[in-house]
């Protein structure tokens, strides 16, 4: 059974600070995905990633997929109030796999 | 668009009492799925339909039965319902299903408390 870990489960932080989020595995994946996810919302994807060592930008953030294909990274940088939210990495295991989400990274930023 | 939308947004059941929560899409995706979300356990897949009139068990669907009558609804129901079905539902859809360009769109979630 694949398992997908998340740290920190919480984070607080002041605005303007960076932060990163760790997400790992116990095998390796085919690709693994981020999304953010609002209260009283659903899930939204921010990036997908599927190459080792591959990095990713979207503004102030970075994700970072490792060498050997079983962890990755999201990393905030100067934080603001609106990145406040819970982030998901999900990750499929072989073509046609279902996605496998992590247990969530509870983000608070404030101003 | 409207997306992926959920009914109903809130729901109060006691134990023992049935519901039906109803999915719809009008992004003409071929795959829908049912997840639970609980406090500290990330998003948990229920049941799955790869097309019309098709569905499958996911991780946790003990309790839960699914019908994809239509492409563009996606029900979940519940016989008898448990406090430990209490959670957080969402339905999500999907184009170029199991491959690495998937992307899931979701629902604004349905808010189940079971007494």
């Known amino acids: 059974t694949q398992l997908l870990e998340q740290s920190p489960q919480f984070l607080s932080i002041q605005e303007g600070e960076n932060l990163t989020v760790y997400c790992n595995s116990s095998s390796v994946f085919s690709s693994l995905q981020w999304y953010r996810q609002e209260p009283g919302e659903g899930p939204v994807l921010l990036v997908t990633v599927v190459t080792g060592g591959e990095v990713k930008k979207l503004k102030r953030l970075t994700f970072q997929f490792g060498d050997a294909r079983k962890d990755s990274s999201l990393h905030i940088t100067a934080a603001q109030p609106g990145d406040t939210g819970l982030y998901l990495c999900a990750a499929t295991y072989n073509q046609g796999g279902k996605l496998i989400f992590g247990q969530g990274t509870e983000l608070s930023v404030k101003p | 668009n409207a997306g992926v939308t959920q009914t109903p947004k809130f729901r109060v059941l006691k134990t023992g009492q049935s519901m039906t929560l109803l999915c719809a899409q009008d992004m003409n995706h071929e795959y829908m799925y049912w997840y639970r979300q609980d406090p500290g356990m990330g998003l948990r897949l229920i049941h799955y339909s790869v097309g019309e009139g098709t569905t499958a068990k996911g991780e946790v669907p003990d309790g839960y039965n699914v019908s994809r009558l239509k492409k563009q609804n996606f029900l979940l129901g519940l016989e008898s319902a448990a406090p430990s079905q209490t959670s957080v539902y969402f339905c999500?859809?999907?184009?170029?299903?199991?491959?690495?360009?998937?992307?899931?769109?979701f629902g604004p979630g349905t808010r189940l408390l079971v007494l």
């Open positions: 999500a859809s999907s184009y170029a299903p199991g491959t690495v360009q998937e992307t899931q769109y």
